[in-house]
């Protein structure tokens, strides 16, 4: 059993100054990680099935509340609506307010209890002033995480003004391979966010296509700066050419930092040029990758998935409407891949390919 993290923070609303408990979660859990947990200590219970199920109960708790009903869930919680307004008199109308109704959640005192008498806490040293990107996004392309050499790069997060002409301050793009460069060309620099066109260092192989973004700021003028690292991978387009020859050179794909690539494309029937990108999911209930070809846009067109459990070739096909009817790949480190995939990119990993016949 992991421990309950807490670190103490400034209360700034005492005198003199005292400090309180603030806990710190270790991430969000959600419908996919309560399923395959369930699915995990009660194998009689499907995991598809619990993913399924669970939004129906929210789904069912919603509409209880907007019928007016309070939801009691037993030794766990409490669901019921209220409303927040002032009213001079007792016949006046109800405020016109976006915020008057509100709904409310308590625990019941034995769910409680048992969080309490489970719980093993563990300090976290205080934490000082940092900037902390914590999203990015290609402009262009609308997607998370991308490198696009084509397009601007806009960060959020708080903390992360600059003085641009700050020799020891700036943002710091580098492959996780080699290279690295500092940012010059910014359109906007603010405490919570930053837009800017990206400079890609150059890294030893084409597949090395994985980077990290770090941001130094100085917060006083003698003070020490300060470097914020993002906390996820970037990725760069990849071009797989020479689809319309027999025997086209191997890209490779979904890659790090090794020298030799963890998958490479080696043929497939290709019409017409087309930007697609492709992914990988670790399913950890039938523990597995599943490998698919997708479209540009999240939640789009989808080809079908195909499930590999070893090194070996595997044909992708297309999706609707994609010039794209099949790619076939080769993964050449099953076990390498797995890993990268469950310890830097939460369980999935995505690649953009410019897929091109000549």
């Known amino acids: 059993m992991t421990t309950l993290q807490w670190r103490p ?85 109800l405020p016109n307010a976006n915020e008057l109704l509100q709904v409310n959640v308590y625990a019941a005192r034995s769910f409680v209890k048992a969080v309490r008498q489970a719980a093993k806490l563990e300090r976290l040293p205080m934490n000082e002033k940092l ?26 997060g708080s903390n992360l003004y600059f003085e641009e002409d700050d020799p020891n301050c700036g943002c710091v793009i580098a492959g996780t391979e080699s290279g690295e460069t500092k940012q ?14 990206p400079d890609i260092p150059a890294q030893a192989h084409p597949w090395n296509n994985e980077y990290s973004l770090s941001l130094t700021t100085h917060y006083t003028e003698h003070g020490t700066p300060r470097t914020g690292i993002y906390r996820r991978r970037l990725r760069s387009p990849l071009t797989v050419s020479n689809m319309g020859h027999p025997n086209p050179p191997e890209t490779g794909i979904l890659s790090s930092n090794g020298a030799s690539p963890l998958v490479s494309v080696k043929g497939g029937t290709v019409s017409a040029d087309e930007r697609l990108r492709v992914q990988t999911i670790f399913d950890a209930v039938e523990d597995c990758l599943l490998f698919n070809l997708i479209d540009m846009k999240e939640d789009g067109a989808t080809g079908p998935e ?34 990268l995939i469950r310890n830097s990119y939460a369980g999935r990993l995505v690649d953009i390919l410019d897929v091109r016949t000549a």
């Open 306 to 339: 195909a499930s590999v459990t070893a090194n070996g070739d595997c044909t992708l096909q297309g999706f609707s409407g994609s010039a794209v009817s099949s790619l076939e790949i080769s993964v050449n480190d099953y076990a390498a891949l797995k890993t």
């Open 131 to 156: 900037p902390q990107v914590t999203s990015t996004e290609d402009t262009k392309l609308k997607l998370a995480d991308v490198l696009n050499p084509n397009g601007l790069l806009h960060l959020t």
């Open 9 to 93: 923070k400034v209360n700034a609303l005492t005198k003199p100054q005292s400090y309180r408990p603030q806990v710190v979660p270790r991430g969000t859990s959600g419908y996919e990680k309560m399923a395959a947990d369930i699915s995990a200590a009660n194998p009689n219970y499907n995991a598809e099935l619990l993913r399924s199920v669970a939004p129906l109960i929210m789904d069912w708790i919603q509409q209880e509340l907007i019928n007016g009903w309070q939801v009691t869930l037993e030794d766990a919680f409490t669901f019921h609506p209220s409303m927040t307004g002032k009213m001079a008199r007792p016949d006046d109308p």
């Open 184 to 197: 010059s060309t910014f359109g906007t620099i603010s405490n919570s966010q930053i837009l800017l066109v």
